[in-house]
């Protein structure tokens, strides 16, 4: 389900002449190591990931993706030093304070993707909150993985379908997207990683079974619509297959 955005795009100046990816995963890595390298402490590197979102979900926009999920805070998260956890917590209520109604203007959809139980009551109401604003936008439809792992979704799906009571020769994988928190949206093409480890880390287990996987060595604060270009690149000259074969060599 790619869009080719000079197909799409006719009347529009091409700002990425390929293949596009309709929906972009990001772990954001690399703040701590962004922040040591200045000698400054590990939050303001969070500080300057969060600053970094801006830019790059606006290229995402001109470049015609229409999903992203980032992953900004993972179950495994919580075992962080608490006063990085509760700097990582903040910054969510900090996010949505302050873009909220600028992602609402440019048509920026805002999903929770994650467990929302474990964290306050306020926050739980804020994101919904910012969930029922942003529910009619379609420019771009933002995931914020927060208090999020793949596993753990997984088992909720699982929970949710024999709560549900589905007799098990009904389940099938539509099933189990349908009960993922993703439901309704498109596959990840392309996942990012920054940072430069290899590691899908818990991140869109299920969903990213066929994505390009693009590792970059660039500490995430310094991904810049530049580094997005290159990466959509790399993901334009791939060729997926989807576990079949090329044309040219059907027998
Ligand atoms: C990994 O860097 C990054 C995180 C665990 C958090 C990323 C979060 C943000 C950029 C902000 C989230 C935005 C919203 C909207 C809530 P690291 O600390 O593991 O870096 P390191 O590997 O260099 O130590």
Request: aromatic letters at 10%.
């Amino acid at each position: 389900m790619d869009t080719q955005i000079a197909d799409m795009n006719t009347d529009q100046e091409v700002l990425f002449p390929g293949r596009v990816p309709q929906h972009i995963g990001i772990i954001m890595d690399g703040n701590g190591r962004w922040a040591k390298a200045r000698g400054l402490n590990r939050s303001d590197g969070h500080r300057q990931g969060v600053e970094n979102l801006r830019q790059i979900l606006e290229a995402c926009g001109d470049f015609g993706v229409k999903f992203v999920t980032i992953y900004a805070f993972s179950t495994e998260n919580w075992r962080r030093p608490r006063a990085e956890v509760q700097f990582l917590l903040r910054i969510i209520d900090y996010y949505i304070d302050r873009e909220l109604q600028a992602l609402h203007e440019k048509g920026v959809q805002l999903r929770h993707v994650g467990d929302p139980s474990e964290l306050s009551p306020r926050l739980q109401r804020k994101i919904q909150k910012a969930i029922d604003l942003t529910r009619d936008n379609t420019k771009l439809v933002l995931n914020v993985a927060f208090n999020y792992g793949g596993r753990a979704e997984i088992v909720k799906a699982v929970q949710d379908i024999i709560r549900d009571g589905i007799p098990a020769e009904d389940v099938t994988e539509a099933t189990i997207n349908h009960y993922l928190y993703t439901s309704g949206q498109p596959d990840p093409d392309l996942i990012i990683r920054t940072g430069g480890e290899m590691r899908l880390s818990n991140f869109l287990v299920w969903q990213s079974t066929y994505a390009e996987f693009y590792s970059t060595p660039t500490y995430w604060p310094d991904f810049d619509r530049e580094a997005l270009y290159k990466a959509i690149e790399f993901y334009s000259s791939r060729e997926r297959r989807f576990g079949g074969v090329r044309e040219d060599q059907k027998p």
